[in-house]
């Protein structure tokens, strides 16, 4: 069971990293990343609410009132995540965004881990989490550095679209520290929210309304997002005309979504946040790095270079790492 749980987390990494490949074809077809994350959500809320309907999960919902209102919030961190990409790719590069964001996964994870709050169960530092932790973000540096700016275009993670990097534009030199802090944090609330939806579970119980709860309080923050924007001509209006002629995998962006944040929170509580983070994050970057090989997804190629492979092989033996010693 044990190894089935592991591998599950393997696999929740790998629906991220076919999500933000596909998100590309929905960005393209809606025009605005802020527009493409809304219709994602929504198909994400809409794909729950159907299993919730067909498997009898939704009468859960009647206990929503039981739970404390801060429970209900974990679904604020898919927006947050998003429009945190959506600032910092064209300040910092996607590279940097990438690796500001898995960093803040993991020291949250750890803190969490040790700390034994928001209901994670209490593990002490060992030499193995240690090493793992340094092993991975070390990986993902490794791996981040070994891709050019020009040829990655960068995914917002969660219920997130991938968006080129335009020019700054606004004739001001940002203040680093700031952005820094906002990649670390946007990071850092992923683990976070995959802890706040397993407390929530203590009174849902079912897993499906869980995620229909956090689902929708995502999809209407990200919509207010979006008006507020719209109103003050901050990005251009969505089309959904396009989207008739997208292909069909460019609508799995919502499954993969609905996958991660369940999946998440499901496995926090079984195996921790650190192993958690550590082996989707795993996942992810193995599984962008076939889609890159093969160029799936009408994705150009990019061969694995030496570098890469070896961030790859750091990353597999953290996550390792942080399980076994």
């Given at each position: 069971m044990h190894i089935a749980l592991l591998a599950a987390a393997l696999l929740i990494g790998c629906l991220l990293a076919v999500q933000a490949s596909v998100n590309l074809q929905l960005n393209k077809a809606v025009g605005t990343p802020y527009g493409a994350s809304t219709v994602q959500l929504c198909v994400?809320?809409?794909?729950?609410l159907a299993l919730g309907l067909a498997t009898g999960s939704l009468g859960a919902l009647g206990q929503v009132p039981e739970a404390p209102w801060w429970h209900l919030l974990g679904g604020l961190a898919s927006p947050f995540y998003i429009t945190s990409g959506i600032l910092l790719i064209p300040r910092l590069g996607a590279v940097?965004?990438?690796?500001?964001?898995?960093?803040?996964?993991?020291?949250?994870?750890?803190a969490l881990d040790l700390l034994g709050v928001l209901g994670v169960e209490q593990r002490p530092l060992s030499v193995g989490t240690a090493a793992g932790a340094v092993a991975v973000l070390a990986g993902i540096t490794v791996v981040v550095r070994s891709q050019?700016?020009?040829a990655a275009p960068a995914a917002a993670g969660v219920g997130g679209v991938a968006v080129k990097a335009p020019p700054n534009g606004d004739g001001r030199p940002p203040s680093l520290a700031g952005w820094v802090v906002l990649g670390l944090a946007a990071g850092a609330v992923l683990p976070v929210q995959g802890a706040v939806n397993a407390l929530l579970r203590g009174t849902l119980v079912e897993p499906l309304a869980v995620a229909v709860v956090s689902f929708t309080v995502a999809t209407l923050a990200i919509a207010a997002v979006l008006a507020v924007l719209l109103a003050t001509g901050r990005t251009p209006r969505p089309r959904f005309t396009p989207l008739r002629h997208m292909p069909w995998w460019g609508w799995l962006g919502g499954a993969c979504a609905a996958g991660y944040v369940t999946g998440t929170f499901l496995l926090i509580p079984q195996i921790g946040a650190a192993v958690t983070v550590a082996l989707t994050v795993t996942g992810l970057q193995l599984t962008s790095a076939a889609v890159d090989?093969?160029?799936?997804?009408?994705?150009?190629?990019?061969?694995v270079t030496p570098p890469r492979a070896g961030g790859l092989a750091l990353l597999a033996a953290g996550a390792l790492a942080i399980q076994l010693l």
């Amino acid at each position: 069971m044990h190894i089935a749980l592991l591998a599950a987390a393997l696999l929740i990494g790998c629906l991220l990293a076919v999500q933000a490949s596909v998100n590309l074809q929905l960005n393209k077809a809606v025009g605005t990343p802020y527009g493409a994350s809304t219709v994602q959500l929504c198909v994400a809320t809409g794909l729950l609410l159907a299993l919730g309907l067909a498997t009898g999960s939704l009468g859960a919902l009647g206990q929503v009132p039981e739970a404390p209102w801060w429970h209900l919030l974990g679904g604020l961190a898919s927006p947050f995540y998003i429009t945190s990409g959506i600032l910092l790719i064209p300040r910092l590069g996607a590279v940097t965004t990438v690796g500001l964001f898995v960093s803040g996964q993991m020291l949250a994870s750890v803190a969490l881990d040790l700390l034994g709050v928001l209901g994670v169960e209490q593990r002490p530092l060992s030499v193995g989490t240690a090493a793992g932790a340094v092993a991975v973000l070390a990986g993902i540096t490794v791996v981040v550095r070994s891709q050019t700016r020009a040829a990655a275009p960068a995914a917002a993670g969660v219920g997130g679209v991938a968006v080129k990097a335009p020019p700054n534009g606004d004739g001001r030199p940002p203040s680093l520290a700031g952005w820094v802090v906002l990649g670390l944090a946007a990071g850092a609330v992923l683990p976070v929210q995959g802890a706040v939806n397993a407390l929530l579970r203590g009174t849902l119980v079912e897993p499906l309304a869980v995620a229909v709860v956090s689902f929708t309080v995502a999809t209407l923050a990200i919509a207010a997002v979006l008006a507020v924007l719209l109103a003050t001509g901050r990005t251009p209006r969505p089309r959904f005309t396009p989207l008739r002629h997208m292909p069909w995998w460019g609508w799995l962006g919502g499954a993969c979504a609905a996958g991660y944040v369940t999946g998440t929170f499901l496995l926090i509580p079984q195996i921790g946040a650190a192993v958690t983070v550590a082996l989707t994050v795993t996942g992810l970057q193995l599984t962008s790095a076939a889609v890159d090989q093969y160029g799936l997804f009408r994705l150009p190629k990019r061969p694995v270079t030496p570098p890469r492979a070896g961030g790859l092989a750091l990353l597999a033996a953290g996550a390792l790492a942080i399980q076994l010693l």
